[in-house]
């Protein structure tokens, strides 16, 4: 993820359909295949992290901004600021042009809590849609994951899979840890 100090707004599909995210080739090297495969398990919620839908899943929507003792973070904070993040490495990841959101502020809502049941929904769905074009890539045997992403500064598709794998997985760590004080 790189930083940069403005924010831009989403870039619109059109534009994104035409970007190419790093070096396209195919990789003769054998292992190139199961390193996605493994990648894949990874953002899919494989191994020994918690699924996304096991930590937020049939989340009350009325318990969405509930704070417990000791947590600075609601459920919508912990959901928005892996929403925002995720669409940031996957935005710097396929377009040379993003603009990433100034940090901190540009990570996490404005809200301890959702506007309505509709934006959560659509936080959730948006999470989801994110995570599947981040999938994407990975399973794109013409993206070179070890090619330098075009406007970064060395990043590689592959840092950031495991990028996005690692902060999911924090934060849906801390997601399950909130719903068991909240008692869900």
Do not use: C
Request: glycine content about 6%; aromatic content about 8%; overall charge positive.
């Amino acid at each position: 993820m790189k930083k940069k100090s403005s924010t831009k707004k989403g870039t619109p599909k059109r534009m994104l359909s035409s970007v190419k995210p790093a070096s396209v080739r195919l990789s003769a090297d054998p292992r190139d295949q199961p390193l996605r495969d493994h990648l894949l398990y990874l953002l899919k919620d494989g191994g020994a992290h918690a699924s996304f839908d096991d930590a937020i899943g049939d989340w009350p929507v009325q318990l969405t901004g509930a704070k417990v003792a000791n947590f600075p973070h609601t459920a919508w904070m912990l959901l928005e600021h892996i929403r925002l993040a995720q669409w940031d490495i996957l935005e710097f990841s396929r377009n040379p042009k993003h603009v990433s959101p100034k940090w901190p502020e540009g990570y996490w809502p404005a809200s301890e809590a959702p506007a309505s049941e509709k934006a959560w929904k659509a936080s959730i769905a948006a999470f989801k849609k994110d995570l599947k074009s981040m999938q994407g890539l990975v399973a794109n045997r013409k993206i070179d994951l070890y090619a330098q992403i075009p406007g970064g500064d060395g990043q590689t598709i592959l840092r950031e899979a495991l990028l996005v794998a690692d902060h999911n997985s924090y934060h849906l760590g801390q997601l399950v840890m909130l719903r068991k004080s909240i008692g869900i």
